[in-house]
């Protein structure tokens, strides 16, 4: 026999079921036996009773389904204004309310027809005075049939509501709202109310449509407000970035000015331009006349033209007086002096990077005083020919990475040079040279007691050959030593050992001038010789390189030297 699904009645035939199920349920109010949900569709309430209630025993029908603002024999009555129904249901089963039965005059809500899961009867509706619908049970003292409290007091316990998000939207959004168009005690028009807005609507499927519009419209916007924020956060991002760049390469230039500056690679002139600045300074702040000034200028430039020094920073005969000097001295057990040396101050067209040309000089010459070195210039060449002569040796291959440095010019620049071009040139000159880096300290507080020891056996070596005791004072015919450290060049021209064993060397320094130099060939030789000496703890750089000249090269050793320059690299001591 056939049951119903809403009230599990048996009834003889289909026919039967079919007037059964139209008068006493599609003609009524369809509500949930387990909560207060009702004013909903047939297969609404389908599915809100197989997903909330499912656990609910399908044989209880004690409860039959009856027209809002009637009684039942259950006791259930209609109480609590403004209450809200909360119905969250699927996009699918609310599209499907679509094709309605006749509507009932007591609530005006339709029902889909063609169901197949099984429903359970719900008590009755009641409509409050302004409209909202609740569904509460009477409480009474006794009852005669003790099964049936048992079942309303479970069906109480059970009651839920359904919260099953529409398509993407929050817990909250799909709060469907039962008003009354009256404010009478009867029951009025089931609205549905739109819980993202104040708009109701009289069925479940236009108010689907209306908040599938809120949800497009709300999900087109977030997404176009996201893609708006990701843009302008990338923007941002892009302009912060190109900023960091611009002030890191305007850094890196003013770094590279700095440097180009500090090296004399800035493009500011040469020893010439120096030379008229400084000299035309002097006439502006009177210390020079205008005919001193252009018969200066006159001499440097046929000076510049010859390519010879002008000698005017030249102090000659030091080496003898030191001679003088350390014989008649007390307190020294050995001295070694280098082969007769002239010393060059730095003059006003190369103060402040000239040293390593000058100290060039001294070393040159030494070598012009000796017949071994005579095929060498005779002359001392100025400033700007030593820059030339750097550049010579290395068009003939010397050096390339040194030359590369300097982007293969000097000539016209305030460039400092070091030990590399003076063995560079000295290479290009076929003059054995030799250069030694003593690249870290080597005794307490940073000194450097193997650089003392090394310039010791370097100017001892010949001088003590078949001497049994080599004498107090001795004068080689070696010439000086250059010596470099970070920002300044000087020459070696002796060392000399205390009786208590300690040695100090010998250094002309280019920034001396001639009339303190010249103090050492007069009658205060000995004040002198106290700034000409200087002892380890007066030498703490943290490096230290010297080129020493050892012979002549032949063409075959020249040529080797200068394709061995390509990775030129100093003997390490220690």
Known sequence: MPVCDICCE??????????HLLLSHMENVVACPF????????????FHINTAHIEEDCQDTNATVVDSGQKSSNDWIAQSPNSTLTSNVNAKNMDTVSQASPQSQSTGTSLSQGTSTSLKSSPPAAATANGAVKLVRTTQKSSNNPSKEREDGRRKTKQKRLSSPIKGAGPEVGTLTEVSSTSSGRSGVMRYECPMCSLSFSSSSSLQEHVELHLEYGSASVTRHSSEDLTLARKLQEEEEQKWREAATRQEAEDFKKLQKQFGLDNSGGYRKQMERN?????????MVPAEFHRKKAEMLESLASGVDDGRSKTSGLMGALYRYYRDASGCAHV??????????????????????????????????????????VSVPSIPRVQALVEEAWGQGAD??????????????????????????????????????????????DTHPRLFEWVKQYFSHSASRGARLPPKIVQTTLPPIYLQHQGHSRSIVGVEQKVNGNLCLLLFDPGYAPREMRKVLSQDTATMVQRVRKFPGSLKHRQYQVVAVEGLLTPEEKQSRILNSRTLCAEKIP
């Open 35 to 46: 909560c207060s949900l009702s004013g909903v569709s047939y297969d609404e309430m389908k």
């Open 279 to 287: 000299m035309e300074r002097a006439v502006s702040r009177g210390h």
């Open 10 to 19: 048996e009834l003889p035939s289909e026919a039967e079921m079919r007037t």
């Open 400 to 445: 390339p990475q040194g030359a590369s440095h300097f982007n293969h010019r000097l000539q016209g620049t305030r460039a400092w040079i070091g030990a590399t071009e003076i063995y560079a040139v000295l290479t290009s000159l076929s003059v054995k040279a030799r250069i030694v880096d003593f690249h870290k300290p080597t005794g307490p507080g």
């Open 336 to 377: 070694w002096l280098c082969a007769e040396t002239d010393h060059y101050s730095s003059s006003e067209g190369d103060k402040g990077w000239g040293c390593g040309y000058r100290n060039f000089q001294m070393l040159l010459s030494s070598l012009h005083r000796m017949e071994q070195y005579k095929l060498l210039p």
